[in-house]
Structures are given as structure tokens and as C-alpha cells.
């Protein structure tokens, strides 16, 4: 899916009368062009699995050993599961694919890609739209249908970005390294703090890209800026991912989606507001579970300035929230809001699947004395 824009640049000098002159854009929202790798090189440009030339596979650049891969059983004797539709690319020892795009100098988008490691335990998928770069680990995996879905943001510089994916990997074994299934983008429009609420998108409204038949929502990877974070406005800290999840699929106490802390103390999520110092403020959210079979019984930390909220809920893995409140005095002109799950959760239907407590509608609003 991608949107045509048509932007109307209306020129005039003093010489010439005034002239009109349209000028096409076309902006992608959605999969990238051959985003799903449904459209495959020719059988000539095959070696087996092995793609041959540079342009050989539609839409992309490769370099190095690129792999077009069919869902199932593979010659070797492996198993591929490929969750987005029928085919994939695997990228072997230092290789590469890329493609260029239309971007808006200035603004933030997303790439949400299905990924999942292939032999080797410590693999990584390296993401550039230069001159930003990532790597993205791959050896949690987070859901056991080899499903994963992961999002990476950035901040276009100029009216093209080169989207790239690179195994940095050097293995024993040549053709192992990551699969890459589907790629989609997503342009967003940052929501700001407003005189009342501290907070930006604290109803994670605004996130990337989700696909509508993925039941497994979108892994946010650790390490993330808030500047550049695909959730806008909110840092992902520590070693492990968030799950971004949709009402579509799960059960989220307001609006569309929410946050699901699916690795314990390993992964946070953070936001620095703007606070004056003496001021007293009031943190609002609500936790509960996402209605997908986790159970047990949860925890969520928050913290802020000097203080701490811990709130306890128990989940049936059925669905349902608790809102909660805490009070802090701010010490700084800038202050570090924080929530995690004390505790590591997996599904009662399938102990191969991380999940946790969910987290929305978070507020922080000014105390009047
Ligand atoms: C296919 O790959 C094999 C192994 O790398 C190589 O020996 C062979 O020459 C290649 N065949 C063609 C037609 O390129
Ligand atoms: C999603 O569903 C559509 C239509 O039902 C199908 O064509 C497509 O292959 C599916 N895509 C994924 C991401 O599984
Ligand atoms: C903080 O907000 C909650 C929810 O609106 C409210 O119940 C609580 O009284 C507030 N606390 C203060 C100190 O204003």
C-alpha cells in the first residue's frame, strides 16, 4: 500500500508570468516495494537457493550470499517457518540487501520487519538508514512460532533513505544467518506533552507499523533513543525488547494499543519529562494483562525522581486492568520516568512465548499546593 502525494510548487519571477508546476511524490506507507519478497528473481538468477547479481532479486541490491528461501522443509534438512507469507531472504556471512525510498527531510519514521535467527545462537541483524545504524540481536526468542516481529526507527536527512540489512556475522557455516521475511515503514506524526499532561504518547497511540493477520504484536529492541524510537517520545532501555500490541489481537485497557513487558527487569521502558524543580507532580497509569494466556502473579515498578510505586496485580491471563498513582517532587529540570516488570512471565498455553504485565495511559500531571 502506498500513498501518492502531489505537491503543487507554484513558481513566478518577474520576467515570465506565474507558472504552475506539479511535481509527483510518492511516499510509501506499508510494505516496502517487494516488501513481502513474494516476487522472486528468475530462475536464472538462481543457483539453487543461492541469488546471482546484484539486481536479481526485485525491488532490492543484494551483495554477498543471499538466500531465496521457500516456507518449509529446507534441502539441508532444516525448517524454515515463514510467518509472512510464502518466501524470504536469508542473509548469509557478511551479506547484504538494501533498497532506496522517498522520504520527508525531517521526519521520523519506522521499519517493522519479521526476523528470526536460522543455526547460530548469537546471530544479529544489523539495520542502517545511514547515517543511523543498529544492531539487533537475535538469540531471545520471544515468541516459539518463529514469528518474531521487530521495529527499528530513524529520522529522514534527505528525500531518499537507504533502507539496509546486513549480517555481520561470520559463521563456520557460510549460508547461516538471519531471515528476513517482511518489511513495512511507517511515517509518524509525534504527538506532543500539552500544558496539562507531561507526558507524550503516553497512550501509545502512536507506533509502528503492525500487520493486520500478525497475532504476535511488535518486539521494540532494546538500546532505543527517544529520539529516533520507533515508540515516538519513550526510550527502551536495558538488554531485552517491549511488545507493542494492538486491540485488534489483545485485550488493551484504552484506545488501540498499549505496551506489554514481556522480559522482566531486562527490559524497561523510560521517558525524560520536562519538570521544575520543587514542583510536585502525579504519575497515572494503568497495568493489567493483554488477554493472550499469561498468567501469574505480575508486578510492575515505576519510578520517578526519588520515588518508587510498585503495583501488584494478578493476572487470570483473561483480560482486565487497574489503574494506579504515585506522587513525586521533581529535583531536576529533567526527570526520568521508568516502568518495568519485576518478574518473567510465559504463556500457560505455550512456554516457548515471553510475556507480561501491559502498561497504558500513563499521565503526569502538575499538583496544585
Ligand atoms: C552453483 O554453485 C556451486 C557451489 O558454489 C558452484 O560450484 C557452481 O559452479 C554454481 N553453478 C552455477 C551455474 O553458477
Ligand atoms: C495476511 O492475510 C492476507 C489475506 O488474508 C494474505 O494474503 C497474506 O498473505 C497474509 N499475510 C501475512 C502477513 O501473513
Ligand atoms: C492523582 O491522580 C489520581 C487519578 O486521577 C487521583 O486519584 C489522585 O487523587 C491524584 N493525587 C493527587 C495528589 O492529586
Not at 500487520?211 to 538488554?239: A, C, K, M, Y
Not at 485488534?248 to 514481556?262: C, D, I, N, R
Not at 529535583?331 to 512465548?353: K, Q
Amino acid at each position: 500500500m502506498w500513498v501518492v502525494l502531489s505537491l503543487l510548487l507554484l513558481c513566478s519571477s518577474a520576467f515570465t508570468s506565474p507558472l504552475a508546476l506539479a511535481v509527483e511524490v510518492t511516499y510509501f506507507d506499508g510494505f516496502l516495494p517487494n516488501g513481502n519478497f513474494e516476487e522472486g528473481p528468475k530462475p536464472t538468477d538462481l543457483n539453487k537457493t543461492v541469488i546471482k547479481g546484484k539486481y536479481s532479486l526485485p525491488k532490492w541490491e543484494i551483495s554477498g550470499l543471499v538466500e531465496y528461501i521457500s516456507n518449509g522443509p529446507q534441502p539441508g534438512g532444516m525448517y524454515f517457518a515463514v510467518a509472512h507469507g510464502v518466501h524470504a531472504v536469508r542473509l548469509g556471512n557478511d551479506a547484504t540487501i538494501s533498497q532506496s525510498i522517498p522520504v520527508k527531510p525531517g521526519s521520523l519514521y519506522s521499519l517493522t520487519f519479521g526476523a528470526s535467527r536460522t543455526c547460530a545462537q548469537e546471530e544479529v541483524l544489523r539495520v542502517s538508514v545511514p547515517p543511523l545504524t543498529g544492531d539487533l540481536p537475535l538469540q531471545t526468542l520471544y515468541s516459539s512460532n518463529g514469528g518474531d516481529t521487530y521495529a527499528w526507527g530513524f529520522r529522514a536527512t534527505s528525500k531518499v533513505a537507504k533502507v539496509i540489512f546486513h549480517n555481520p556475522g561470520i559463521q563456520e557455516d557460510p549460508a547461516c544467518g538471519p531471515l528476513l521475511d517482511v518489511v513495512a515503514i511507517k511515517e509518524f506524526y509525534p504527538p506532543m506533552p500539552t500544558r496539562v499532561n507531561l507526558i507524550k504518547n503516553g497512550d501509545f497511540e502512536e507506533g509502528p507499523h503492525l500487520f493486520h493477520n500478525s497475532t504476535n504484536g511488535v518486539l521494540l529492541p532494546p538500546r532505543q533513543l527517544d529520539l529516533t524510537s520507533p515508540l515516538p517520545g519513550w526510550i527502551i532501555e536495558s538488554l531485552k525488547a517491549v511488545k507493542y500490541i494492538d486491540s485488534e489481537h489483545f485485550s488493551v485497557p484504552y484506545g488501540k494499543a498499549a505496551v506489554e513487558l514481556v522480559a522482566g527487569r531486562e527490559s524497561a521502558i523510560a521517558q525524560i519529562l520536562r519538570t521544575t524543580p520543587g514542583k510536585l507532580y502525579n504519575v497515572t497509569f494503568t497495568v493489567g494483562d493483554a488477554k493472550n494466556g499469561c498468567h501469574g502473579s505480575m508486578m510492575v515498578e515505576a519510578f520517578a525522581g526519588k520515588e518508587t510505586l510498585k503495583v501488584p496485580y494478578k493476572s487470570h491471563g483473561k483480560g482486565g486492568f487497574k489503574a494506579a498513582s504515585f506522587k513525586f517532587t521533581a529535583v531536576a529540570p529533567r526527570t526520568r520516568l521508568t516502568f518495568y516488570s519485576s518478574f518473567y512471565h510465559t504463556r500457560i498455553d505455550d512456554i516457548g512465548s515471553l510475556c507480561g504485565p501491559i502498561l497504558d495511559q500513563v499521565k503526569v500531571l502538575s499538583v496544585k499546593h
